[in-house]
């Protein structure tokens, strides 16, 4: 059934029941590709493949609840004015998939092209915001320059006076960024994927990668048994590296614990996304009313969705000062994801040693905001065995080659 | 009493101080002891809120922390305003001032309430299946409207002028709750002599028992055992209590958040007092003694104003004097809702009818109503409620043999008092990681395998009975204070009577006439969640419970489900044909009530968000007018203008003079890290990319350290001040990181060698003095240094004395001047600066900041890392080849440099660019691109990484990383602007003065 005000209205008056928004079938004994994570990347490519590949004999296999790993506990930030041309190629795919996403799935996704401001505190910032903003505009993606008044008319709440401890020097503002409601991409890519025939297995924990003897990967063992595949593509976030272990591929990847926050919801008060490298905040208003709010990661790897009262209090330090209004406010749920970080901070998408073993990781914590172009190139490297033109860079032997794309070195902070 | 609704006995009113406060404008009565919601249903106010989705009136439903409707702005005025506040925990003080929230024209007449007759519209997820096109609509059209009928109250609109604390604590045990089980563990735990620390939200000790009465405890009533219970703790000095505290969060190795509300409850709050004070207590056990919530029951029309929770309506009655009605309906699942039946009926109020949803309940509750004559219903039902503002009937049926339900009768109310039974409150218990265990039999989640060093305890884990509750505490106070060490004391168990305890339930909808639809049955109250919602979300395919939670929103509103996931739990498994404990809860996040974001900030605001790290000769140069900027956590000395100087001309004039004579400057900053032992030099070899071995004692060297990756991460120069013993200078930013990095391997790659590694940092005072005449201003206070050019030539050191105080000279150069840097002790550095500056000023010589200090420098191709660098670039790329130590065996970083990627030839290298119009000082950041008006999307070949404009050259200068840039010497390039073309500039090497370093030996 397809989602509109008209079939909403219908159904109010005729109190029907809506159908399911995906099937939850058992799985077959083999599928053309099976995608290891049901997270928003996994979900999208099992989409894209059926949708733009004619490739509908997959399954996406989910070890919980889809959509229940970092797409469900991120802050939603979408922006694509990232340094190197290789990154811009790439998240700019995905800003521009996200324009269309809602029309595309059917499923409201509520991308909200609020602008993404990003401060500079220091004139060390100052410089690296420039070279961005050169970058940027070289590369025809929208940044800007913004004085500190001009910062604070587009966000009236950020204080730029010179009373607080890194004053406001600036800011670079990518207008077309923003925000989407992270569930509803998990959701919506799942309903639209199931649609063309994808099967979604959740509480399908994968256990096992199995190799024929010539050592291309013929399936996986789960918790509900064996299932054959001719490819399967890891999308697994921070636990990438223990499925990768089961096909003995070691990954770059250290797994930490990222929090996040909101408040209680008010009405609005935060036009935009305000992000500071320097004093470690990111901020925005959900459309609920709730401020969302990013902190950093742990010191120490972990796979505990948790992490320590220091790290959120640290943020909230940052978002007391530059935002003065909201002290008052109150923190109502704060929560942790485990993001998997690179060397160069940058992701893997593509092949693998292994044949037939496919990865898409390493989104650090900034994954959120890729998702439809992650899923893009991703469906694509599965269908022909080969990565798509934009996907190409990010290899997992650039750490061999030294070829790397590194955003982290450059912004000195996470994305 | 000036109302019909205030009864004149309250455990904790005091009747002779009468409150005046204002709600939504209008002036009431109260009394100190009472919250809000007491004070407005003691004048028979129950209209206190609107719901978020539907606008629906709401009254009170709870008396503490659960409350999910009333939610109440509280402003003080200037900045101090608090949105969302619950008005069962907003203490009265007089003059307060209340807001109600989320309506619009005025709290009885909302018209947002036109949302509710649209219900059928609004179901679970509708905003996902809607707002879609055209494209941009859902930005432009769609979503602000919603933003604005979002949100609930306001934020405050000023910045909060008040100060919040911070305490850190360590105890043997902490007990959460102050309730019969909490003092019981905290008595019997004291008396040990442990550290104890009992906190609980709530202003007065004593949680449930508050609102007791009739109940003896050893022959006392309990009130009198309560008093003379936290008599006793309070003379235990080493016992802390801390009330209106609030733990929101259980953390690794029994770290505990807690909050503590110093003066929201204060008509005046003494100045400079602090608003909350968060502490952060570490605890060798942890008693979890946090009680249960009481369950609504799920009926249409459940969330009328005046239905509340029969345990809120006897403890409004009870604790604040309130009585919630005068003809009120009790609809229960449980025996303690007969209890609040015969409190209000005692109290004056008529009780129309028990109506118990249980076949044949018996209890001593039971038996007390029957003797008092009060009508009980079995297996009856309320299956709708009726009224606008406030309940005035309510519809009962009858639940037949067969489970089927008809309608009965119509009963007249004023108030209607529901229990579904009591649910543990297991959040602390569950943030530990303990495992929950559930009771079929009773249908709750109760603690099972701890996680952590921690026990639950009384109606927390599920005792509800205050005798069991209470020898519970003892017991566990004392377990407790045992494994903390301590040698504790039996107490003799206590005799409880007259207590009539929760002893059975119901979760979910309960039955309904066969036919009839939930209707408005609600399951979440402020986020309107009804039944209808969460089995429509199950039906479309969101079977975990964490997807029905995400998708209905049942349980993310600002109660956190407080009084529905049990509820949401039991329909969604219904729905879904499956059990509760298959089908699970949600994870339980911290925090356990909101917690304001100030009193976890803290003191941490202004110049104490992060340390301020001044040098010695901060003050001399505040003191002579120069501008900082921050560099990490430093305050370093931009500039120093003359009067009416800008920027750009106090630059100029800097570096004129000290190319012209000579210049000061503080490079306290840089980092110093002191190496040594036997190994030192071999340790220096394998962290940074040259050759340490050879060099001579009282000579140095420049030295670059490389990441793992083979890319620059440091550099600075390095002195060997005897055979085991080196002066290492990192940058200013750099200093924690290399310690770090060097710690790292020494202890875990290079724990073979013998070596130490000392942050000297701010050990030194550094001052550097360059120039044509710097060794003039030296001179006349360096008594046992020969400074001349052949005994001491660039890049050496020497140790001896200047103004009579102990330093390592270090002859070196950032400015291609001659040049020394002067490191005397600390506590010296400003004695020793001004001496040096009286001197300096007879030979016309400035001081100068960073500023000019990094035009000088790159007037001489000299790098700063992180500028010119950028975490990607090898010492090839930067020209600087010789710096690596080709014989060296290793280095870190080494096997990196050899990688494919890092020997291409279009790697970028470090140049120099003349701009073709010599007033043009490119942005540090410009890209470097092959034409004027590069197509969009095209490759650029590099970027500017700094550019100035250089009085010494009379031009400006710029250096870039460029690919290849080395052979494209003489190329014309072009340098992005972002307010018009790109400009032309010529590639060129990037000294752009001094080629031959003739000055820097002189």
Redesign the interface.
């Known amino acids: 059934m397809k989602f509109s005000a008209y079939a909403l209205l219908k159904n109010a008056l005729t109190g029907s029941v809506w159908p399911e928004q995906w099937s939850s079938p058992e799985p077959r004994a083999s599928y053309d590709v099976v995608i290891v994570g049901a997270g928003g990347h996994g979900l999208a490519t099992a989409y894209y493949l059926a949708s733009e590949h004619g490739i509908r004999n997959v399954a996406v296999l989910e070890k919980g609840w889809l959509g229940g790993g970092n797409t469900g506990r991120n802050t939603t930030i979408i922006r694509s004015n990232y340094l190197w041309e290789e990154s811009q190629k790439l998240y700019e795919h995905a800003v521009k998939l996200w324009e269309g996403l809602s029309q595309e799935l059917n499923y409201n996704v509520m991308y909200s092209p609020r602008g993404v401001m990003m401060l500079a505190h220091t004139l060390h910032d100052v410089q690296s915001a420039k070279r961005h903003i050169h970058a940027n505009r070289l590369g025809g993606i929208d940044n800007e320059w913004l004085t500190p008044e001009q910062a604070q008319a587009f966000c009236p709440i950020l204080n730029v006076g010179p009373n607080i401890r890194y004053p406001v020097l600036g800011a670079a503002l990518q207008r077309r960024g923003g925000t989407a409601r992270h569930d509803a991409v998990a959701w919506g890519y799942a309903r639209a994927a199931s649609k063309r025939g994808v099967h979604i297995i959740q509480n399908c924990e994968v256990t096992g990668i199995r190799r024929a003897p010539s050592g291309e990967v013929i399936g996986v063992e789960t918790g509900k048994g064996f299932i054959g595949a001719k490819r399967v593509g890891v999308v697994a976030a921070g636990h990438t590296s223990v499925l990768m272990g089961m096909a003995d591929v070691r990954m770059p990847l250290e797994s930490y614990p990222l929090q996040a926050l909101v408040s209680e919801p008010v009405k609005p008060v935060m036009p935009c996304v305000v992000m500071s490298n320097t004093v470690h905040a990111y901020m925005s208003q959900s459309d609920k009313g709730e401020l969302v709010i990013g902190a950093g990661t742990d010191a120490y790897t972990s796979y505990s969705q948790t992490g320590g009262l220091h790290i959120s209090a640290h943020t909230l330090d940052a978002i007391c000062e530059l935002f003065p209004v909201v002290r008052r406010m109150k923190m109502l749920r704060n929560w942790g994801g485990i993001v998997d970080v690179t060397p160069d901070r940058s992701p893997i998408i593509g092949k693998t040693p292994v044949e037939g073993l496919f990865v898409n990781c390493g989104w650090g914590t900034g994954g959120f905001k890729a998702t439809p172009g992650s899923g893009h190139v991703f469906a694509h490297t599965l269908a022909t065995g080969e990565p798509y033109a934009i996907n190409a860079p990010f290899t997992l032997d650039r750490f061999l080659t030294g070829r790397l794309i590194d955003e982290a070195a450059a912004a000195a902070v996470a994305h | 009493m000036s109302s019909a609704y205030r009864l004149p006995h309250a455990t904790c009113i005091d009747y002779t101080k009468p409150l005046r406060f204002t709600f939504d404008g209008k002036s009431y009565q109260g009394f100190h002891g009472d919250t809000v919601a007491s004070a407005l249903l003691a004048q028979g106010v129950h209209l206190m809120g609107r719901s978020?989705k539907y606008h629906r009136p709401r009254g009170v439903m709870a008396a503490g922390a659960e409350e999910p409707n009333a939610l109440l702005d509280v402003s003080r005025g200037g900045?101090?305003?608090?949105?969302?506040l619950r008005a069962t925990q907003v203490e009265l003080y007089d003059g307060l001032v209340v807001k109600s929230q989320n309506r619009f024209p005025s709290l009885r007449f909302d018209v947002g309430a036109i949302n509710d007759l649209l219900a059928?519209?609004f179901?679970a997820g509708?905003?996902?299946?809607?707002?879609?096109?055209p494209?941009k609509a859902?930005?432009h059209l769609y979503?602000p409207v919603?933003?604005?009928a979002?949100?609930?109250?306001?934020?405050?609109?000023?910045?909060?002028p008040?100060t919040y604390a911070n305490q850190f604590a360590h105890c043997d045990v902490l007990i959460v709750g102050g309730g019969a089980a909490g003092l019981a563990a905290a008595l019997s735990a004291g008396r040990s002599g442990a550290r104890v620390i009992v906190a609980d939200e709530q202003a007065q000790w004593g949680g449930g028992l508050l609102a007791e009465r009739g109940v003896e405890i050893d022959g006392q009533p309990v009130q009198a055992w309560l008093a003379q219970t936290v008599r006793a703790l309070q003379a235990m000095p080493h016992v802390r209590l801390l009330s209106r505290t609030t733990a929101f969060?259980y953390?690794?190795q029994n770290?505990i958040?807690l909050v503590e509300r110093l003066t929201d409850h204060l008509a005046h709050p003494p100045q400079g007092q602090p608003r909350e004070r968060l502490w952060?207590v570490r605890a060798k056990r942890v008693i979890l003694a946090t009680g249960a919530i009481e369950r609504p029951l799920v009926f249409s029309g459940n969330d009328r104003p005046g239905v509340m929770l029969a345990g809120a309506a006897r403890q409004f009655l009870n604790r604040y004097g309130a009585l919630v009605g005068k003809s009120v309906l009790v609809f229960t699942a449980d025996d303690a809702a007969y209890q609040a039946a015969i409190d209000l009926a005692q109290a004056g109020a008529t009780v129309m009818a028990i109506v118990d949803l249980r076949e044949n309940p018996q209890g001593p509750g039971i038996e007390a109503a029957r003797a008092l004559s009060l009508p009980v219903l079995t297996s009856h039902v309320v299956i709708e409620t009726f009224g606008r503002l406030r309940i005035n009937a309510a519809a009962l049926g009858r639940i037949g043999p067969d489970g089927d339900v008809t309608p009965v009768k119509i009963e007249q109310c004023d108030a209607l008092l529901m229990s579904g039974g009591f649910t543990p409150s297991v959040h602390l218990f569950s943030q530990s990681r303990g495992k929950l265990h559930y009771d079929a039999d009773r249908q709750i989640f109760v603690p099972g395998i701890s996680a952590q060093q921690e026990c639950s305890i009384g109606a927390a884990k599920g005792t509800f009975a205050l005798q069991e509750s209470v020898q519970e505490g003892f017991a566990a106070g004392a377990e407790a204070a045992e494994q903390a060490g301590f040698k504790s004391q039996t107490i003799a168990p206590s005799r409880v009577r007259h207590d009539v305890p929760s002893c059975a339930g119901f979760s979910g909808a309960v039955p309904r006439p066969k036919g009839q639809?939930a209707g408005k049955a609600f399951v979440d109250f402020q986020n309107d969640v009804k039944v209808t919602d969460i089995i429509?979300a199950t039906?479309?395919?969101?079977?975990?419970i964490?997807?029905v939670k995400?998708?209905t929103?049942t349980g993310?509103a600002?109660d956190?489900g407080k009084t529905s996931n049990m509820n949401a739990l039991a329909v969604a498994a219904d729905a879904l044909g499956r059990t509760i404990p298959d089908v699970g809860l949600t994870?339980f996040?911290?925090?356990y009530t909101?917690?304001?974001?100030?009193s976890?900030?803290?003191l941490?605001?202004?110049?104490l968000?992060?340390p301020?790290r001044k040098t010695p000769i901060h003050g001399w140069a505040q003191h002579h007018g120069a501008l900082f900027?921050?560099?990490g956590l430093w305050k370093r000395a931009h500039y120093f203008p003359q009067k009416g100087e800008s920027l750009h001309q106090a630059v100029l004039r800097e570096c004129r003079t000290v190319r012209s004579k000579a210049g000061l400057f503080d490079a306290s900053t840089l980092g110093k890290i002191e190496i040594v032992g036997p190994d030192a030099a071999e340790f220096l070899n394998r962290l940074y990319t040259n050759a340490w071995s050879k060099l001579a004692v009282g000579r140095c060297r420049y030295g670059v350290m490389l990441n793992e990756?083979?890319?620059v991460m440091d550099d600075g120069v390095i002195g060997r001040l005897a055979d085991e013993r080196f002066h290492v200078t990192t940058t200013t930013t750099g200093a924690p990181r290399v310690l770090a990095h060097m710690e790292d391997y020494l202890q875990t790659e290079f724990p073979e060698l013998d070596v130490w590694l000392t942050s000297t940092t701010e050990q030194w005072a550094v001052i550097a003095v360059q120039g044509p005449l710097a060794r003039q201003i030296l001179q006349p206070f360096v008594t046992d240094i020969d400074l001349s050019p052949d005994a001491m030539p660039h890049m050496s050191v020497r140790t001896g004395h200047i103004c009579g105080v102990e330093t390592r000279l270090f002859r070196v150069s950032f400015t291609g001047e001659l040049g020394f840097e002067v490191n005397v002790p600390s506590g010296q550095g400003r004695m020793v600066w001004e001496a040096l500056w009286a001197e300096a000023e007879k030979h016309g010589a400035c001081a100068y900041g960073t500023e000019a200090m990094h035009v000088l420098r790159a007037e001489k191709g000299f790098i700063i890392v992180?500028?010119d660098t950028?975490?990607?670039v090898t010492p090839a790329d930067l020209g600087m080849d010789w710096v690596i130590g080709q014989t060296k065996p290793d280095f870190v970083g080494k096997r990196?440099l050899v990688?494919?990627?890092?020997r291409k030839a279009d790697r970028p290298q470090f140049v120099g660019l003349q701009t073709h119009d010599p007033h043009f000082v490119p942005?540090?950041?410009?890209?470097v691109?092959a034409v004027a008006e590069?197509a969009?999307?095209?490759?650029?070949l590099g970027?500017v990484t700094s550019a100035y404009d250089s009085a010494t050259l009379g031009r400006s200068i710029a250096l870039a990383l460029v690919a290849n840039g080395r052979a494209r010497k003489g190329e014309t390039v072009y340098l992005?602007r972002?307010d018009g073309q790109a400009l032309p500039a010529t590639i060129v090497d990037p000294v752009f003065y001094d080629k031959e370093g003739a000055r820097l030996h002189a």
Do not use: C
Not at chain 2, 79 to 84: A, T
Not at chain 2, 594 to 598: A, L
Not at chain 2, 604 to 607: E, F, H, L, N
Not at chain 2, 923 to 927: H, P, R, T, V, Y
């Open positions: 978020f900045g101090r305003s608090v949105p969302n059928p519209l179901g509708f905003y996902y299946k809607t707002f879609m096109g494209r859902w930005a979503e919603i933003r604005h979002a949100g609930l109250g306001h934020a405050p609109s000023k910045p909060d008040d969060g953390f690794q770290f958040g952060q639809r429509s039906q479309e395919g969101f079977k975990s964490e997807h995400r998708y929103t993310m600002t956190q994870t996040r911290m925090p909101p917690v304001t974001f100030g976890i900030a803290g941490a605001r202004g110049d968000f992060d301020v900027e921050d560099v990756q083979g890319f992180g500028q950028d975490g990607t990196s990688r494919a990627d890092m942005d540090e950041g410009a890209q691109v590069p969009t999307g095209s490759a650029a970027f992005t972002l």
